[in-house]
């Protein structure tokens, strides 16, 4: 998918074929000379109108470029007639109508765009550097969910929660599972309880610093496995635009938190 500045290219090729209507018009009440070379000043919104728009022509509108750019290095060489000026730009306004024929074109709202490239943080400003492969999933959750594809936003969101497990757990010096059974959240979550426990063996002992931390951690992790990573397996399972939007920025706050504490290595240690 490509990213296109639809105003810019609608400036330019407005301006475009407004130049060619101007001179098509003084061509036919004989203000000019269809004949007669056009002054390389004269063509001046012609050029900036060029200019523009082989900056901004969608991928799909190819041969337009092609078209434009012939066009701007014939005006820069050689003097043109006002007819073949228009004839040239006659061309161009025809193969970008043809173009845009053959493609298919996604428009995204504001705030879709906000998510799909978004100029402000995601998540926090250390997040990237301390989960570098679970900043990619957030990344791709967001998108997914700029472009309407709900369940996929949430299947990212979710799959970057396994980062923060791993980081927990690690943090804890529980061994990384080694089968593939052992990957289960049920069985990930049990182990960290176990850790927690093992750390801060009473609720006084969770109630502050590193052990609220953990404890509360816990908690949304496995508030989170029913309802949402469990059932996000299965192939009946669809999340609306809202539902996506609640698990991201769930998992979106769960990540930041974690990431003031710890990186993917879980370091520093509990």
């Not at 728009?53 to 050689?78: G, N, V």
């Not at 998540?123 to 998108?143: D, H, M, R, T």
């Not at 397996?233 to 990540?255: G, I, N, W």
Request: aromatic content about 8%.
């Amino acid at each position: 998918m490509l990213k296109h500045d639809g105003a810019a290219f609608y400036w330019a090729s407005t301006s475009l074929a407004m130049s060619r209507t101007a001179l098509d018009w003084a061509i036919q009440r004989g203000h000019t000379d269809p004949n007669k070379m056009v002054i390389y000043d004269d063509l001046l919104t012609v050029r900036l109108g060029l200019k523009q728009l082989i900056q901004h022509m969608p991928e799909a509108c190819s041969l337009a470029r092609k078209s434009a750019l012939r066009l701007a290095d014939t005006i820069e060489k050689y003097p043109l007639t006002a007819d073949q000026v228009c004839d040239h730009l006659r061309t161009i306004e025809g193969r970008i109508k043809d173009g845009l024929e053959l493609s298919f074109l996604l428009s995204l709202t504001e705030a879709e765009a906000a998510l799909y490239q978004p100029e402000a943080l995601l998540v926090s400003a250390v997040f990237p550097n301390k989960f570098g492969a679970a900043a990619y999933e957030i990344e791709e959750s967001a998108k997914c969910l700029a472009l309407g594809r709900s369940t996929a936003s949430a299947f990212h969101a979710l799959r970057c929660l396994e980062a923060g497990i791993a980081a927990l757990s690690r943090c804890l010096n529980i061994p990384d599972p080694s089968k593939a059974h052992e990957r289960s959240w049920m069985k990930l979550l049990d182990k960290l309880e176990a850790g927690i426990k093992a750390k801060w063996p009473t609720n006084s002992d969770r109630m502050t610093g590193d052990g609220r931390i953990f404890d509360e951690a816990y908690a949304a992790l496995a508030a989170m496995q029913n309802p949402w990573r469990n059932s996000t397996m299965h192939l009946d399972q669809k999340y609306t635009s809202e539902e996506a939007r609640e698990v991201f920025d769930a998992v979106r706050r769960f990540m930041g938190r974690l990431s003031n504490r710890m990186d993917e290595n879980g370091e520093p240690k509990a």
